[in-house]
C-alpha cells in the first residue's frame, strides 16, 4: 500500500515540485519516497513496505528502462502470474508484485487486467510511445484522480499532492453542492475541486499527444442459479470466505484486523484467528448506547484472540474534524469517518496491515433498506399505480404518522423512490437552504445509468447494483482507504474479492433478504464460525454520540461558528443552518446528518480554501 503522484509537461524545477508534492502525501508511505524525471513526465511515490520490504522499491523500471511503475495496492494472484512470466521468458529482479505489472503489462497490454485478483490503483509510463497508462481495480477500493490544467496533466492517489505544483489552480466546484447536500457525498465522478476527476472502477485510461481516453474492462453482472440450495449457496460461501481470507493475508509484515459488533468484521477475525495469532481493534465510546466495544469484546473472547480497544470522547471526536477531512480530498458527510481515523490510527500503532468487513453489504444483501421491496410487495400488486398515487398526494400534506411514509414510498418504483444509502436534503428542501440558485440536476441524473443496466434485475438486486456504483465507492471505500492511509495503515476488504463476487452473483435475492433479516445466507455461514447472537446482530455502522454532543454547549457553539461564518454566508442561507441546530437542541427534529453533511463541507473549504491545509502540513512536520 502506498501512493503515487506526477504529472506531464514543461516546468523549471521539475525536482523541487515532485518532492514538495510528495510531501502532501507523505502518510500514504512513510518508508520510501523516490521519483522519475525525464523531459515528458515525472512520477513520484511513496512507500508503506508490505512486501518485499527491500526490493519492491518505486518508480520501478522493466528491464530495458522502456517503462516505469508506480503502483498503490495489492495483487494478491501475483505469484501466479509471475510463474507464467517467467515461462513467456521474462526476468524478474525482485519478489513484488509490482514487477508482475510491469512484466504484465509489457506481455499483455490492457488484457493484463483482467488477470488480477487485488486492489489497485498504477500508472506506468511507455517511453517509447510517449504514453501513460492508468488502471483502477474492479470495485474502486483503490483511489486515482486526474486533472488537466494550464498544459499540464495530474494523475494521482489524493488530490491534495497536486497542490504545490504552479500549474494546479484551486476552485470550489460550486456547481456540485446541491448534489452533495444530498447524497452526503459527491456523487459519479468529478469532485468538488473544479476540473478534477476520479477514475471510474474498473476502467483504464491511455493519455497520449495531450488526449485522454478511458475503458471501460470490466462490469458487475448477476446471474442468478436457481438451482442450487440454500445449504449448498451457504457451503460455497463459507468455503469461497475461507480461502478470500488466506489469500489476504498474504504480507511480509504483521496483520490485524479490525472487530465491531456487526458480523461482516467478526466473520473476518473468526477466518484470520484460523490462520495465526491475531491482534484486533475496536473503537467505543463511554457512552455505552453508542459503542460497540462490548460486544467485540464478547466475539474476542469466544475465539480467543487478542482485542485492544481505544475509547474516544467529544474532544477528541471534534478536534479531528479538519484533520479528517483534509485526509479525505473530498467533503463528506459521514459521521462514522472520524471513528475510522481514530480506530486506524490506534492500529497503526502495532501493525501496517488490517483486514476489515466493508463490502458484505453490498456483496450479499446487507442494508435493512433492501427489506423495503418486500414490504412493499403486497400494497403495489394489490393496489393500482394510480391509486397508490392519490393516497401519497392525500398524506404528502399531512403531519407525520405512523404509516405515511409507507403510502408516500408505496406510490413510487424503486427507480423513482431510492436514490443510494444516503438521501440528506430532499430537493426542494435543499434550495432553502442554499444562497444561489444552482442549474443542478435531480437525484435520478446519477442513478438512471445504473438502473437502466440493472432493468432486468428485481428490486433489491437494483438496488445492490446501485450502491456498488454508488455508495460504495462514494463513501464507503473513500474514507476506508483515506482514514486508514492517513495513519500509514494498509486496510484490506477480503468480501470485495473477484472470487467472492463471482459467488455472490448468482445468489437469489430470497437468500439474501427477507422481512426479517438481511445477509441470510452470508449470516448462516457466518454461524458456523461463531456464536448466533454475534452472527445475527443488528447493523450499528459506527455509531457516535453526536446527537447527544451536538446538544451540550461547547460543541453546539463550536459548530454554530461554522454555520455563522463568512463561508457560510457565502454558500447557505445562515438563518436556515443556526434554525436545523436549535431545532436539534431542543429536541424538535433530529437532523444530526443534515447539520453533519453541511459542517463537513465548511470545514473542508476552511482547510483547502482558507489555509488550512497549510497549517496541518506544518503541523505534521513540527511533530514528525
Same mark, same amino acid.
Not at 160 to 189: A, S
Not at 417 to 434: A, H, M, P, Q, T
Given at each position: ?112 487486467? =483482467? ?35 494550464? &498544459? ?35 456523487? &459519479? ?33 448477476? =446471474? ?114 472520524? =471513528? ?216 453546539? =457553539? ?67
Amino acid at each position: 500500500m502506498c501512493g503515487f503522484v506526477g504529472f506531464t509537461g514543461p516546468l523549471a524545477d521539475k525536482q523541487s515540485v515532485i518532492d514538495e508534492m510528495l510531501n502532501r502525501i507523505h502518510h500514504r508511505g512513510p518508508d520510501w519516497q523516490d521519483s522519475y524525471i525525464d523531459d515528458d513526465v515525472v512520477l513520484g511515490f511513496a512507500r508503506l513496505s508490505i512486501i518485499d520490504l527491500e526490493g519492491g522499491r518505486q518508480p520501478m523500471e522493466n528491464e530495458d528502462g522502456s517503462m516505469v511503475l508506480v503502483f498503490n495496492g495489492e495483487i494478491y494472484n501475483f505469484q501466479g502470474i509471475r510463474e507464467e512470466l517467467i515461462e513467456k521468458g521474462h526476468v524478474f529482479k525482485t519478489r513484488s508484485d509490482s514487477e508482475v505489472l510491469l512484466h504484465g503489462y509489457e506481455e499483455y497490454g490492457p488484457e493484463l487486467l =483482467n488477470k488480477l485478483r487485488g486492489m489497485f490503483a498504477f500508472t506506468i509510463w511507455d517511453k517509447k510511445k510517449k504514453k501513460l497508462f492508468g488502471a483502477r481495480d474492479f470495485f474502486g477500493i483503490k483511489p486515482y484522480y486526474y486533472a488537466n490544467m494550464n &498544459g499540464t496533466f495530474f494523475f494521482g492517489s489524493e488530490i491534495k499532492g497536486f497542490l504545490p505544483h504552479p500549474n494546479f489552480k484551486r476552485e470550489v466546484n460550486e456547481e456540485l453542492l446541491p448534489d452533495y447536500l444530498t447524497f452526503g457525498c459527491i456523487p &459519479g465522478y468529478d469532485t468538488m475541486f473544479k476540473n478534477v476527476h476520479k477514475l471510474p472502477p474498473a476502467h483504464y485510461y491511455e493519455w497520449q499527444d495531450g488526449k485522454m481516453t478511458i475503458t471501460r474492462y470490466w462490469q458487475p453482472t448477476f =446471474n442468478f442459479d436457481y438451482e442450487k440450495s440454500y445449504d449448498q449457496f451457504v457451503d460455497e460461501i463459507s468455503e469461497t470466505f475461507k480461502e478470500s481470507v488466506k489469500t489476504h493475508m498474504i504480507a511480509d509484515v504483521e496483520v490485524g484486523s479490525f472487530l465491531s459488533s456487526g458480523v461482516d468484521s467478526s466473520y473476518v477475525a473468526c477466518e484470520v484467528s484460523k490462520l495465526q495469532k491475531v491482534r484486533t481493534y475496536t473503537i467505543g465510546f463511554a457512552n455505552l448506547k453508542y459503542s460497540e466495544a462490548d460486544d467485540a469484546k464478547f466475539l474476542a473472547d469466544e475465539i480467543h484472540v487478542e482485542n485492544n480497544r481505544i475509547l474516544i470522547d467529544a474532544d477528541d471526536y471534534f478536534n479531528s474534524i479538519q484533520a479528517v477531512q483534509y485526509h479525505l480530498d473530498e467533503p463528506l458527510g459521514n459521521t462514522s469517518a472520524n =471513528n475510522l481515523y481514530y480506530l486506524s490510527e490506534f492500529a497503526s500503532r502495532d501493525v501496517k496491515v488490517v483486514l476489515s468487513g466493508e463490502g458484505a453489504d453490498e456483496m450479499f444483501g446487507g442494508y435493512n433498506v433492501y427489506k423495503e421491496p418486500l414490504s412493499l410487495e403486497s400494497y403495489q400488486k394489490k393496489v393500482p399505480k394510480f391509486v397508490r398515487k392519490m393516497i401519497a398526494g392525500v398524506v404528502k400534506p399531512m403531519p407525520d404518522f405512523k404509516g405515511r411514509n409507507f403510502f408516500i414510498r408505496g406510490s413510487k418504483t424503486v427507480e423513482e423512490r431510492y436514490i443510494g444509502n444516503s438521501n440528506v436534503f430532499k430537493v426542494g428542501e435543499r434550495d432553502k437552504y442554499l444562497k444561489k440558485k444552482y442549474k443542478s440536476q435531480p437525484p435520478t441524473w446519477f442513478t438512471k445509468k445504473f438502473y437502466d443496466e440493472a432493468k432486468d434485475y428485481d428490486d433489491i438486486t437494483k438496488m445492490q447494483y446501485l450502491d456498488i456504483h454508488g455508495w460504495m465507492v462514494q463513501e464507503i471505500l473513500l474514507k476506508a482507504d483515506k482514514m486508514s492511509m492517513a495513519n500509514s495503515l494498509e486496510l484490506r476488504v477480503p468480501f470485495l474479492d473477484k472470487e467472492i463476487f463471482a459467488l455472490s452473483n448468482t445468489l437469489p435475492a430470497n437468500y439474501k433478504v427477507s422481512l426479517k433479516n438481511t445477509k441470510l445466507a452470508l449470516r448462516s455461514a457466518a454461524n458456523r464460525e461463531m456464536n448466533e447472537i454475534s452472527a445475527n446482530r443488528k447493523k450499528l455502522a459506527f455509531p457516535t454520540p453526536i446527537p447527544d454532543w451536538l446538544k451540550e454547549e461547547k460543541y453546539y =457553539n463550536l459548530v454554530k461558528e461554522y454555520f455563522t461564518s463568512e463561508t457560510a454566508n457565502k454558500y447557505f442561507n445562515t438563518d436556515k443552518l443556526v434554525e436545523l441546530l436549535e431545532d436539534h437542541r431542543a429536541g424538535k427534529r433530529f437532523k444530526v446528518s443534515k447539520i453533519w453533511v453541511v459542517l463537513s463541507f465548511l470545514v473542508w473549504h476552511k482547510v483547502f480554501f482558507e489555509g488550512g491545509d497549510e497549517k496541518l502540513v506544518n503541523e505534521k512536520k513540527a511533530s514528525a
